[in-house]
DNA sequence: GGTTGACCTGGGACCGGTTTCATAAATTAT
DNA sequence: ATAATTTATGAAACCGGTCCCAGGTCAACC
């Protein structure tokens, strides 16, 4: 494998020399950089992206910490930090965890081993206190609001406005028993936390027989569905942490000839538009487009995400 | 930062004995080795990653080329890879190329820089004939048939007995006139490929009225669906080249007051469990799984995952 | 004519590890 | 008791780049 010194000795001149034609540098004359440039070709050298990234300090590289990759919440996300990435001539390393802290703390050894630049946590299980510790190594960012006082970099969406709209339009329009849908049902889970305070502020205390807990995909909401049906008095409609899971809720009804139940979804996916039921949109492809900025970016800021909430 | 030699200074031993330590060689005494990890643990060290792969010419990273993210079938193949990736301690890179050829040959060029140890391509727009000139710089599987006589590895699924099968259901079931939905309606592409031969061998040549081309998403189905729907004589059924593109058509159909199209389509996903149509499962994460595989394993081999008809 | 500053070039330290090799001590085999 | 291994350790080359700095040329300006 040829490198860097054989050019500099095949042409004569020396390796700072070969490396400032390299980078497209300056102060070279024409004359030379022609002849290295050629002798490159000749060669067919391209020079080694490791060398470099150690030389350098830096690898060009965001790693995304996200507990599944073929879940539609995520695989937005991705998509809108790849885009963004693509743009910057970064490269994105997808760091699964299934939701372990043991492994998110290895992918924050791997940012401390300068392995990546930065990190995104689309999600996480470890407390915000273990990532800000971790924050000398690289910028990290997290996809939820850490607080005012938190020096963490953040892309968030206003989740709790969104729900808000959404459980008053719903109790507006005459569903008196909302049942509701999540996935963690823990502190940690940003997404959990806000559900139960947009809840309270519109319907009151979220009892437990209104809530059916541990759903991440369209089976399980058909479970949830399965649950909600034998429930008496029953519900008037039912809120759900994602289209897929609210697909499934609203399948389940059907599939037994039951009259099928109201629900709002959320992420906007194809699945509340074929069953046509309302959802809220968290615009991710931008959340994850910001992700990347800010972890591109060295400022410590805030980045806050408009969503909307689709009526059908 | 602190490194290898900051350890070696401070507990008194070489570069090489902590090397060995970290990397839990034998050869060590057990004062020794007990000393450095006491060090190392007090100084709170990590090795830097950079500098072990340009020492060891490897980086443990495969990349996986991929027109864009945000698509199920690729998602479901990235979830297959990244799983597979995970468990072999290897670290996956996402390569988006909105199908340019250009960036492809970028891709390839990292190849050569030393940035990966392999290349997946999940799909393409290069000639087989590039990909193989890069082989020698590095691993690199294709997700189709590559043919008997290439030397590419390759993992891919039976398309030609799955889409055989689902046509002549189709015929015994009545549907005379197929129409056929595709994405690239290009020779490269193999899935347009093997769809006209299949095609060809059920019904016949593909006219060009049975045929819409440029469809990759369920809006591009939709578009489709008004194409078809004002056609005389009519058509009986779709073959769509994915599920949420089959959903499309059928969806205009439902919309605009029409008797829905049957439709079969491809990847069993959501909207076509929804919809209840037939569909083609093509196991995309053993597809995936079995790329990463062939990635990282020496062998240039073909691997084939059987695909599964499934009649609703 | 001397100073200034832009242009050009190479030497070599540095990034932070791995690995080969030489050497020596401690075991084991003969 | 000696030869043959096995164990233990460090020096130094190596992976392949970047970049600081010293030194030299040459035209412009005062």
Redesign the interface.
Known sequence: MTNIHDIARLSGYSVSTVSRVINHQKYVADDKRAKVEKIMHDLDY??????R??SKGQ?K?IGVVLP???HPYF??V??GI??AA?EAGY??????TNYDMTIERQYL??L????YDGLIFTSRSSQLETLERYRKYGQIVCCEDPGADRPLAAAYTDRLDSFVSALTWAKQHGYQKMGVVLSRNNVISASTRITRQAYEQVYGHLADRDLFTGAVK?EDGYRAGAYFAQLDPAEDAIFANGD?IA?GVQ?YYTDHGLEPIPVIGQENL??S???KFSTIDHHL?ALGQAAFRLATGQSTTHKLIKSEFIKR
Chains 1, 2 share one sequence.
Do not use: H, W
Not at 46 to 51: E, L, Q, T
Not at 91 to 96: A, D, N, Q, V, Y
């Open positions: 391209v020079p080694n992206r490791v060398a990234d150690l690898t590289t599944y990759a073929n695989a937005r991705i998509d790849v885009m693509f490269k994105i390393t997808l760091l699964p050894d791997q401390r081993s300068k392995a369209y897929d697909a399948q194809l699945s538009r074929l069953l492809e």
